[in-house]
Nanobody, 124 residues
């Protein structure tokens, strides 16, 4: 079993930056693809970014390309999401997720493990 804990959320003004972290315990993340998803009030949970097991490949939702960056430190069993140029539309609960496999995926249903989420609020 993998336990994931997100941190780094908070309140930020539009145009600002935040760095989310996702720390894992229980099992290593080094052989697992990771993803970030977000859910705004009254909306479905949507894909944000994904990274393969080695960190060599990543994909992003069109809405965050050029602003967000996903990375990982397998030695620390941690995944990050750097968010720059934040907009009010980025306000959501952000979730970290882990696959059971090393290949990245944008599909929510392909992730086996989920964190509890961290709130990001962007004020305009």
């Amino acid at each position: 079993q993998v336990q994931l804990v997100e941190s780094g959320g908070g309140l930020v003004q539009a145009g600002g930056s935040l760095r989310l972290s996702c720390a894992a315990s229980g099992r290593t993340l080094s052989n697992k693809a990771m993803g970030w998803f977000r859910q705004a009030p009254g909306k479905e949970r949507d894909f944000v970014a994904t990274i393969n097991w080695s960190g060599g490949n990543a994909d992003y939702a069109d809405s965050v390309k050029g602003r967000f960056s996903i990375s990982r430190d397998n030695a620390k069993n941690t995944v990050y999401l750097q968010m720059n140029s934040l907009q009010s539309e980025d306000t959501a609960v952000y979730y970290c997720a882990a696959r059971q496999y090393g290949l990245r995926s944008i599909r929510l249903e392909e992730y086996a493990y989920w964190g509890q989420g961290t709130q990001v609020t962007v004020s305009s």
